[in-house]
């Protein structure tokens, strides 16, 4: 199961087109981001001098991507919710 982190630096990439703009958010340097993403094991970006690009794959993954941060993060905050009785 691919890391809460992995998922959020593709995403991240995936949706500002920059790993320098990702790597400054989360106070990373950019080959770190870069090797996380790697991790995910499939070829989902392209990167260029100063820019990436979704790949056929990252195209597919990044809503599988993002439904997955949204479970991991909404779930603990919903299972601490009140309940109604």
């Avoid at 809460?4 to 790597?23: D, I, M, P, Q, Y």
């Avoid at 990373?28 to 260029?48: A, F, H, N, Q, Y």
């Amino acid at each position: 199961m691919p890391k809460l982190l992995e998922l959020t630096c593709f995403a991240a990439a995936a949706e500002n087109g920059s790993l320098r703009k990702v790597a400054k958010a989360l106070g990373m340097g950019e080959p770190s981001i870069s090797r996380t993403i790697v991790k995910l094991g499939v070829s989902l970006l392209e990167r260029s001098n100063t820019s990436v690009r979704l790949t056929n794959a990252g195209r597919c993954y990044l809503p599988e991507a993002k439904s997955a941060i949204l479970q991991r993060v909404a779930a603990p905050a919903l299972s601490e919710a009140p309940t109604l009785e």
